[in-house]
């Protein structure tokens, strides 16, 4: 499975955690922009952070109620937007990177690897092994969605789902079962792959897809649950 890396972004100010050895930004995270509120819980003991503080691999970044953190990923391996009240981690070795989320929502970019480079993200109910270079996952009531907004993820639910989704493909996985939403049924709903909560976004343009239009697509996905039992 092959995966990739992002842009460079602009890095602010290197600053460590209390007391924490100095993070090496080639395995954690660095916090880019933050919006609000977040804490980097390390070696069970949780810290507030400011742009500019990284993390180590391991270490558990909070984000709270109405707050976004800019994360950048090894150095400039990837971006991630980090929404609100979500839990991320970042676990590398070697050439292996994976993301966690445990809940919240999260947009991702990430560019081209070498071949024996992976990087991983790991949801509650999913497992993707990103190739592409955006990707967007959220988290709602039973509901995973994942939208792959650019290239091509390896994505794998449970025992019994594991496919390659390319650009515009949606997958929504509810229950142990997923289904998927592709371009060609996109066609026909002004549907967005802006997904930031922020006006000022590294990784793009704040959201705008109106609740109709996101009622329209849950609506294609939730028929195809029906038609699976």
């Known amino acids: 499975m092959k995966l990739l890396t992002i842009t460079s972004i602009a890095i602010v100010s290197m600053a460590t955690l209390g007391s924490c050895k100095k993070a090496d930004n080639k395995t954690g995270g660095l916090i880019v922009s933050l919006r609000g509120t977040a804490e980097v819980e390390h070696a069970g003991a949780r810290k507030p952070v400011k742009i500019g503080d990284q993390f180590e691999s391991g270490d558990t970044v909070y984000t709270g109620a109405d707050s976004v953190a800019v994360i950048a990923i090894r150095g400039t391996l990837a971006q991630a937007e980090v929404q609100p009240n979500a839990s991320f981690m970042i676990t590398s070795t070697g050439a292996d990177t994976d993301v966690k989320l445990d809940k919240g929502n999260m947009w991702l970019s990430v560019a081209k690897r070498a071949s024996n480079e992976k990087f991983t993200v790991h949801t509650p109910t999913a497992v993707a092994g990103v190739r592409g270079t955006k990707f967007y996952t959220a988290q709602q009531e039973d509901i995973t969605v994942v939208c792959h907004c650019e290239g091509d993820v390896e994505f794998a639910s449970g025992k019994d789902y594991n496919a390659v989704h390319h ?14 939403i592709d371009a060609a049924e996109l066609k026909g709903i002004v549907y967005s792959h802006a997904h930031s909560m922020l006006e000022d976004s590294p990784l793009g343009t704040k959201g705008q897809m109106s609740e109709e239009t996101k009622k329209k697509v849950f609506a294609i996905a939730q028929k195809k649950f029906d038609e699976l039992k």
């Open 167 to 180: 650009t515009d493909t949606v997958v929504f996985t509810k229950n142990g079962k997923t289904v998927t």
